[in-house]
């Protein structure tokens, strides 16, 4: 599935998966390692569309290395579920991008799981962060501009951490 809404008035929409047998555990649901695949497939949909995903690093040599990430899982998941990732643009910088990823039931529509996750440009080259291009970074700029005016889910910067009680 691969559908885009305008960034100006709705998160990004550009992937969807299905659940998959070798994804679910012993529990007979989605393991939790599936979520965050789901997201980072979700996070290569978003940089294809900015044009700084595959085609940019055969082109350029420069790619993106994630190097912290959030998640939350808030429902299960089982075989055969549609999947659908609405994502935000949070911040940018000269060399890093911050993404909030909704993991929705592309069906019923509720909340399987979120994944925040901030992103370093590297040149592959060098192994090194490096800037980003002035026209990606247009691109970037555009889309966190765009992304500032929606709603922020109460999940976006959570700590790890269970309520007291």
């Not at 070798?22 to 989605?30: A, I, K, P, V």
């Not at 999947?83 to 509720?110: D, I």
Request: with cysteine; proline share 7%; aromatic share 6%.
């Amino acid at each position: 599935m691969a559908t885009t809404n305008p960034p100006s008035d709705a998160p990004l929409r550009l992937h969807g998966e299905t659940v998959r047998p070798e994804w679910l555990d012993y529990n007979g649901h989605m393991n939790v390692a599936y979520y965050s695949l789901v997201c980072d497939h979700a996070g290569d949909a978003v940089m294809d569309w900015l044009d700084l995903g595959a085609a940019y690093r055969a082109r350029t040599g420069g790619t993106i290395f994630a190097v912290e990430a959030h998640v939350t899982y808030d429902r299960e998941l089982s075989l055969g579920d549609p999947l659908v990732v609405e994502t935000l643009a949070l911040e940018a910088g000269p060399r890093k991008l911050r993404l909030f990823h909704r993991l929705l039931h592309a069906e019923q529509g509720y909340q399987a799981a979120t994944n925040e996750v901030l992103l370093l440009h590297v040149d592959l080259n060098t192994r090194r962060v490096a800037p980003w291009p002035d026209e990606g970074r247009a691109r970037i700029d555009a889309l966190v501009e765009a992304h500032a005016r929606l709603p922020r889910p109460p999940e976006v910067g959570r700590h790890v951490g269970a309520p007291r009680g």
